[in-house]
């Protein structure tokens, strides 16, 4: 196990640099953890380099009959402990999936499907948005706490920018579903704010396609948050697909 | 001089032909099965794309991801300070820096928690190596507990989550601390000492220290990697596959709510870091539900039952995470009846 084991420590290591390099990340962790991640996978290629070349020497030395200094080191566990060593085994899935398909952001699948962002519970007391020099982009969560404070006071006849995924839609209200998640600390724990999107004409952008919408908030006594949109801009996914 | 050798190297005879010719082996049959494992990934790629674009399997494999990918530098820590212990501490000198009796030492294990910034991933392996170094079971087994609760960090996001209300942050931290250190003092009561042998093997903690550090920080990143990732399967199936909606018909039910939250967070296997944001988006359930889902997750959830497993063996785990769990949840409701 120990040359394995050093080889797939090298390898996990390089699947966290990788991710980290080409920001891939950000799919599944908050950006801030970036360079603890990239520390990591340094760590850890460290760790299975020393333990690679320590098992090369090992064996090469049992190879010629020698019984060296060496010998005892870095081969230990694994006979010695014998329940050591085989689950690592299971470290080469993510590993290996990894290397090759990284899953993507996380979709409207979850959408309803978990308990969405309170959002009465947050801030109180904005300042209005000021919209003469064009649309304001907010993030949904910002959105929906102004909607939910005074009944939207701080929107009123403001034009604002929001950006997130289309979500499946709950079969009554007109318009579609704007959501984007909130995520804490990884995509395990996200968590969706929803904004009811009307007004729009033409056709709706399909489910799970990023979109920039501007509009205004429209006043509603709804639980969802809406927005009466101007424009639906199809986009690609964000860098950092989680607020 | 002579002294010194045979402390570092091991005794002569100990290694027969048949064991050298294992060990040139093994580590080429292991490289060979590494290589063809992702030989083998390589060929299949189109069916991992076609099977990712599949909504469910994508929602599945992108938290799998996700727990996997947050829980790695946690799980760094835990085994650098693991590998740290093991070579620089001395055998003895745990034993004699805490208090003999249980009802002492307990407590302060718990307390000492409070010093280790970190979610549980990275707790499993330093416990076990204060198993291994000597310290009395239900002392590690304590601050295994309350490590990852009640921590400066957690505490700081359970505020975040929970703006205006800071009698959460304290009940969280009573709570937790009065269940690992009641878990410590049962432990020692009555837990089963035997349980904990294959902790206190000694893995290769001979020999020079840099050989010792890397050895134990190798052997302890693939063990407890290895069941994270059976933890992070497990929670990310259970996830995905059961809609968190069915907990909304026991919302408004009591004890039942508070049963119904506990057993969310042994299924989320959510970061201690992260769990207060979600407790703070179930609204519909009352405040010591949601206490009992922090004080819950952070000690007993699928991921770290997994790891705890593995770490120090199934029999163990079968009979301390329920216990854990029945503790946690009581100790919850008495202190979320009193603060909340």
Redesign the interface.
């Known amino acids: 196990?120990?040359?394995?084991?050093?080889?797939?420590?090298i390898?996990?290591g390089t699947v966290?640099l990788r991710?980290t390099l080409t920001g891939t990340?950000t799919?599944?962790?908050r950006p801030g953890?970036g360079p603890?991640?990239a520390?990591?996978g340094l760590?850890?290629i460290a760790?299975?380099v020393?333990?690679l070349l320590?098992?090369?020497r090992?064996?090469r030395t049992?190879?010629e009959?020698g019984?060296g200094?060496g010998?005892?080191?870095?081969?230990?566990?694994?006979?010695?402990?014998g329940?050591?060593?085989?689950?690592?085994?299971?470290?080469?899935?993510?590993?290996?999936?990894?290397?090759?398909?990284?899953?993507?952001?996380?979709?409207?699948?979850?959408v309803?499907?978990?308990?969405?962002?309170?959002v009465?519970?947050?801030?109180r007391g904005f300042d209005p948005v000021d919209s003469r020099r064009g649309p304001v982009p907010m993030s949904l969560l910002e959105f929906s706490q102004r909607a939910f404070d005074h009944g939207g006071e701080s929107l009123e006849g403001s034009a604002v920018e929001l950006t997130g995924f289309v979500a499946a839609d709950d079969a009554h209200g007109e318009g579609f579903r704007l959501a984007r998640y909130?995520?804490?600390?990884?995509?395990?724990?996200a968590?969706p704010v929803i904004v009811r999107v009307v007004g729009i004409h033409g056709a709706e952008p399909s489910r799970?396609q990023w979109v920039t919408v501007t509009g205004s908030f429209a006043a509603g006594d709804t639980e969802v948050p809406a927005l009466v949109a101007t424009s639906v801009a199809e986009i690609a996914a964000p860098d950092d697909p989680y607020e | 001089m002579v002294r010194a050798v045979t402390d570092q190297s091991p005794p002569p005879g100990a290694h027969t032909a048949e064991q050298a010719r294992s060990v040139v082996r093994r580590p080429d049959v292991g490289v060979a099965i590494v290589a063809v494992v992702v030989v083998a990934a390589a060929l299949f790629r189109p069916l991992l794309q076609d099977l990712l674009d599949r909504p469910a399997i994508a929602n599945w494999a992108t938290v799998f991801v996700a727990i996997t990918v947050q829980a790695m530098p946690f799980l760094v820590l835990g085994v650098t300070i693991s590998a740290v212990v093991a070579a620089f501490v001395p055998a003895g000198l745990l034993p004699r820096l805490l208090p003999r009796r249980p009802a002492l030492a307990v407590p302060a294990a718990a307390a000492a928690g409070a010093a280790l910034p970190g979610c549980e991933c990275g707790s499993v392996p330093i416990a076990q190596r204060l198993v291994a170094r000597g310290a009395p079971a239900p002392a590690a087994l304590a601050f295994l507990l309350s490590a990852p609760a009640i921590n400066p960090v957690v505490l700081v996001a359970t505020a975040v989550a929970f703006p205006g209300r800071p009698a959460v942050v304290l009940a969280r931290f009573l709570a937790s601390l009065i269940a690992a250190t009641v878990v410590g003092l049962l432990w020692a009561r009555r837990g089963g000492d035997d349980l904990l042998d294959r902790a206190r093997r000694r893995i290769g903690d001979d020999g020079p220290r840099l050989a010792v550090l890397t050895g134990t920080a190798q052997h302890d990143l693939l063990h407890a990697g290895g069941f994270l990732i059976v933890g992070a399967a497990t929670a990310a199936t259970l996830q995905t596959v059961v809609p968190r909606s069915v907990l909304d018909a026991v919302a408004d039910a009591g004890p039942l709510a508070v049963l119904a939250l506990a057993g969310l967070a042994v299924v989320m296997a959510i970061c201690s870091e992260a769990d207060a944001f979600i407790a703070a988006s179930l609204t519909e359930f009352s405040l010591t539900a949601r206490l009992a889902f922090m004080v819950v997750g952070p000690m007993v959830d699928v991921k770290l039952v997994a790891l705890q497993a593995g770490t120090f063996g199934r029999r163990f785990a079968l009979r301390f995470a329920p216990l854990t769990l029945v503790v946690a949840v009581a100790s919850s409701a008495v202190i979320g009846w009193w603060l909340l």
């Open positions: 196990m120990t040359a394995a084991g050093g080889t797939i420590s390898l996990a966290l991710l990340y799919r599944y962790v953890m603890w991640l520390l990591t760590l850890v760790l299975g020393v333990t320590r098992a090369l090992t064996s049992a190879g009959g019984h200094e010998h005892g080191e870095g081969h230990g566990e694994g006979h010695r402990d329940h050591g060593g085989g689950i690592g085994w299971l470290l080469l899935a993510p590993i290996a999936a990894l290397l090759l398909v990284a899953p993507p952001t996380l979709g409207s699948y979850g309803g499907r978990g308990a969405a962002v309170d009465r519970s947050g801030v909130q995520i804490a600390c990884c995509a395990a724990d968590a799970d």
